[in-house]
């Protein structure tokens, strides 16, 4: 019976107060699952900081390193205008679901 792919819920905003446990939380999904894809489920999400996007990119990076990639679900357009601000809505770990 194979296992469902690793989730993160992510509900409010992911700012400077919160960006260290939303950190943390990518890391717990992204270890030891070499060349797995996991998803962010971003749809309760109203903001992210550059923290948070910062800690984004890094997990999308960890993934695609290991024959992987995060997927970033349900986020709304601003959060994709600022990614692409940053030219991060085009790293080939992260993709848009």
Known sequence: M????PLLHVEGDVDARTSELFARALVDLTS???????????????????????AL?????????RDGRLTLAQANETTWR??????????????RA
Request: charged fraction near 20%; glycine fraction near 10%.
């Open 57 to 65: 990119i890094q997990a999308a990076d960890h993934q695609h390193r």
């Open 2 to 5: 194979s296992r469902p792919p």
């Open 82 to 95: 600022h990614l692409a601000l940053l030219h991060w809505d085009t790293h080939p770990g992260l993709h």
């Open 32 to 54: 030891d699952r070499p060349g797995t894809d996991v998803t962010v489920d971003a749809g309760a999400m109203n903001f992210i900081g550059i923290a948070g996007m910062r």
